[in-house]
Nanobody, 116 residues
C-alpha cells in the first residue's frame, strides 16, 4: 500500500513562511506527477501546485510567485515552500501523487493556519 506522509504544517503569522514535505513510502521515481491540493473550511479542494518527473511545474494563480514546489529524488521527498503567507492560505494541505499507470494517491493532510 502506497502511503504519502506529509509534515511541516502549523500556525504562522501573515507574511511568514512554511515548508511542507511529502515523503512517499515507495520510490518517488514511480510517480509521473506529484503535487499539493488544499481545502479551506466550507470550500472545495483546489490544486495549489504540481511538479512532473521532468520538473515541469504548475501553480494556481493565487500562489504564483509566493509558493515553490520541488522534488528531491535523492531524499525521496517533495516539498512546498510557502512564502509571504496570507490568511486566505489557511487550509488543510494534501499531498497527492499519480503513478505512471495512472493510480492516484493522497496523503492524510496537514493543517496550515495563517493568523496574527
Amino acid at each position: 500500500q502506497v502511503q504519502l506522509v506529509e509534515s511541516g504544517g502549523g500556525l504562522v503569522q501573515p507574511g511568514g513562511s512554511l515548508r511542507l514535505s511529502c515523503a512517499p513510502s515507495v520510490n518517488i521515481d514511480g510517480f509521473a506527477i506529484m503535487g499539493w491540493h488544499r481545502q479551506a473550511p466550507g470550500k472545495q479542494r483546489e490544486l495549489v501546485a504540481s511538479i512532473t518527473t521532468y520538473s515541469t511545474t504548475n501553480y494556481a494563480s493565487s500562489v504564483k510567485g509566493r509558493f515553490t514546489v520541488s522534488r528531491d529524488n535523492a531524499k525521496n521527498t517533495m516539498y512546498l515552500q510557502m512564502n509571504t503567507l496570507e490568511p486566505k492560505d489557511t487550509a488543510v494541505y494534501y499531498c497527492y501523487a499519480r503513478s505512471w499507470s495512472d493510480s492516484q494517491y493522497w496523503g492524510q493532510g496537514t493543517q496550515v493556519a495563517v493568523s496574527s
